[in-house]
């Protein structure tokens, strides 16, 4: 895959070539956390609420994988990847929108990186996650749950 300096293409831009990248190449993922946000304010529900959409979606792109856990985000992910080898792009909007609208919540934002870490690091499925916010992403407090990140 081509590398692409994508602090010197404006934002709507990027999109765009990731788009061109990524397409017929690998399934795309995209995530507009405030949406989530607004509509669940206890983390663990809106963590909960957005697994079980995107578990939908991804079942219903591929209903030939067979599933060890439909109700696990992470362990279906490694299933396809497994079954059928193809990975991930997650463009994720706002991924920070939850350290400002739970400024005042110590647990949401570590229930919400945990979340994130779990997803995306490490994992075999992920090709590229694209995070769009106004917060950097690096350690939060004793949390590095997202240090493998480039900016």
């Known amino acids: 895959m081509k ?3 994508y ?4 934002y709507k831009e990027r999109l765009t070539t990731l788009c061109g990248i990524a397409l017929n190449q690998y399934n ?7 949406q989530f946000v607004s509509k669940y304010p206890v983390i663990k529900d809106m963590v ?4 079980k959409e995107l578990l939908f979606d991804v079942k ?4 030939d994988v067979t599933l060890f ?15 059928k080898r193809e990975k991930f792009i997650f463009i994720i909007d706002e991924w920070d929108s939850i350290f400002r609208v739970h400024r005042d919540n ?5 229930e919400y990186l945990d979340f994130l870490r779990d997803l995306l690091k490490g994992q075999p499925y992920v090709a590229l996650a694209y995070m769009t916010g106004i ?17």
Not at 7 to 10: E, G, L, Q, V
Not at 69 to 83: C, H, M
Not at 135 to 151: D, T, V
Request: proline content about 7%.
């Open 3 to 5: 590398e692409y300096d």
């Open 7 to 10: 602090k010197a293409i404006p």
């Open 28 to 34: 795309v993922i995209h995530i507009d956390i405030q």
């Open 48 to 51: 909960a609420r957005l697994t």
């Open 60 to 63: 219903m792109e591929m209903p």
């Open 69 to 83: 856990d439909e109700t696990d985000l992470v362990r279906t992910s490694k299933d396809i990847f497994s079954q």
């Open 106 to 110: 110590a647990t949401a934002p570590k």
């Open 135 to 151: 917060l950097p992403i690096k350690k939060y407090g004793q949390h590095s749950a997202l240090n493998m990140f480039k900016e």
